[in-house]
């Protein structure tokens, strides 16, 4: 069954006019059956032929009609995921799990949206359409890594995770990463440790901004000052891990506690220690975040924040529906509580 409709667009000093797939269909020289293939994946049609109507689909701002698709259909009952790195992901695995107890009790389908293109013609709403998905979740982006405006504005249902996107029918959840690196600060200063830097991920990332956040106002709670050079910058990763860990270790008075904004980075950290002939944590103690498979393994076993990524993937469907079947509803803003996980990586700060 073919969708006829689509929605309205303006042209400069017109009238609004309806543009529709026959429209379409008719500029770019094909059948609506074509353009209905093209629009819904379908891999029988040929590149050149799948640009062709695309390219047209994008100059006329055609948009299927989610009114007309009602009319003529059921509800999809299929939700779509964004992930920036793909199904490697290190929390993924559990974000699935999670996720896989409200699908199976809300009735839904998961598809992954696997990212086409980075063009600047890319579209996030002609994707989540072709998909015909009836709301989104998306992981893994930050504030700068693409336009999500197009996506907000749709009024396409979206859960953000760890991205504070909270407009229109978009929500997000997320760790309360400020409070988590507050108290690892508190562990440091307990263990009378007073020069304790933080290795950051990317500083545009949100959880980053946070976890900065959080160790300032763990250093000003236990009235250690903050110093800028204490503070070195790394992208999660057990390379930049090991990199900034070097810096730090150059400075005239390294420190002798390091938190880590994820377990890879503290990881590095841990190899770039040794491999300066100091010991962990006799000499300098490691604090990582996320409590990833590797934080138990390796030696010393890793002393890091657990975040609760099971729930994260619950809530985050179970948020979504609410979005979904209650267009009145304010989008959500959901903060779920961490736990420091004590192991061997610390100890009290030498004498």
């Given at each position: 069954m073919v969708i006829s409709e689509g929605i309205f667009r303006k042209e400069a000093g017109c009238e609004q006019i309806a543009t529709n797939i026959r429209?379409?269909?008719r500029a770019a020289g094909v059948s609506v059956a074509t353009v209905s293939k093209v629009l819904n994946g379908y891999t029988t049609v040929n590149k050149k032929t799948k640009e062709r109507v695309l390219e047209f689909v994008k100059e006329m701002q055609f948009r299927p009609n989610s009114a007309a698709c009602a009319l003529v259909g059921r509800r999809s009952m299929t939700i779509g995921i964004f992930l920036t790195t793909g199904l490697a992901h290190p929390f993924f695995t559990q974000i699935l799990s999670g996720m896989e107890q409200s699908l199976k009790s809300k009735g839904y389908d998961l598809i992954y949206l696997a990212q086409l293109s980075w063009s600047n013609d890319y579209s996030f709403v002609r994707h989540c359409q072709s998909r015909n998905v009836e709301g989104v979740v998306v992981f893994g982006f930050q504030h700068d890594d693409m336009n999500f405006s197009e996506l907000i504005e749709s009024g396409i249902p979206s859960l953000f995770i760890d991205l504070d996107v909270c407009e229109g029918r978009a929500g997000y959840i997320s760790s309360d990463n400020q409070d988590a690196a507050q108290r690892t600060v508190q562990y440091?200063?307990?263990?009378n440790h007073r020069k304790i830097s933080f290795l950051s991920g990317n500083k545009e990332s949100y959880v980053s901004r946070h976890r900065l956040e959080g160790y300032r106002i763990g250093l000003e709670q236990a009235e250690i000052p903050y110093r800028e050079y204490y503070v070195a910058e790394g992208d999660f990763t057990r390379e930049t891990g090991y990199t900034a860990m070097q810096k730090l270790l150059a400075l005239p008075e390294p420190p002798t506690g390091v938190i880590c904004c994820s377990d890879m980075s503290a990881v590095g950290a841990m190899d770039a220690i040794r491999d300066a002939g100091l010991s962990v944590p006799e000499h300098i103690s490691v604090i990582g975040f996320d409590d990833i498979e590797i934080a138990s393994n390796v030696r010393p076993a890793l002393t890091t924040v657990r975040q609760?990524?099971?729930?994260i993937g619950r809530r985050s469907i179970e948020l979504l529906d609410?979005?979904?079947?209650?267009?009145?509803?304010s989008p959500p803003e959901v903060i779920v509580p961490t736990k420091l996980i004590i192991r061997d990586s610390c100890a009290p700060v030498r004498e």
């Amino acid at each position: 069954m073919v969708i006829s409709e689509g929605i309205f667009r303006k042209e400069a000093g017109c009238e609004q006019i309806a543009t529709n797939i026959r429209d379409v269909a008719r500029a770019a020289g094909v059948s609506v059956a074509t353009v209905s293939k093209v629009l819904n994946g379908y891999t029988t049609v040929n590149k050149k032929t799948k640009e062709r109507v695309l390219e047209f689909v994008k100059e006329m701002q055609f948009r299927p009609n989610s009114a007309a698709c009602a009319l003529v259909g059921r509800r999809s009952m299929t939700i779509g995921i964004f992930l920036t790195t793909g199904l490697a992901h290190p929390f993924f695995t559990q974000i699935l799990s999670g996720m896989e107890q409200s699908l199976k009790s809300k009735g839904y389908d998961l598809i992954y949206l696997a990212q086409l293109s980075w063009s600047n013609d890319y579209s996030f709403v002609r994707h989540c359409q072709s998909r015909n998905v009836e709301g989104v979740v998306v992981f893994g982006f930050q504030h700068d890594d693409m336009n999500f405006s197009e996506l907000i504005e749709s009024g396409i249902p979206s859960l953000f995770i760890d991205l504070d996107v909270c407009e229109g029918r978009a929500g997000y959840i997320s760790s309360d990463n400020q409070d988590a690196a507050q108290r690892t600060v508190q562990y440091l200063s307990g263990l009378n440790h007073r020069k304790i830097s933080f290795l950051s991920g990317n500083k545009e990332s949100y959880v980053s901004r946070h976890r900065l956040e959080g160790y300032r106002i763990g250093l000003e709670q236990a009235e250690i000052p903050y110093r800028e050079y204490y503070v070195a910058e790394g992208d999660f990763t057990r390379e930049t891990g090991y990199t900034a860990m070097q810096k730090l270790l150059a400075l005239p008075e390294p420190p002798t506690g390091v938190i880590c904004c994820s377990d890879m980075s503290a990881v590095g950290a841990m190899d770039a220690i040794r491999d300066a002939g100091l010991s962990v944590p006799e000499h300098i103690s490691v604090i990582g975040f996320d409590d990833i498979e590797i934080a138990s393994n390796v030696r010393p076993a890793l002393t890091t924040v657990r975040q609760d990524m099971i729930t994260i993937g619950r809530r985050s469907i179970e948020l979504l529906d609410d979005l979904i079947n209650n267009k009145e509803l304010s989008p959500p803003e959901v903060i779920v509580p961490t736990k420091l996980i004590i192991r061997d990586s610390c100890a009290p700060v030498r004498e």
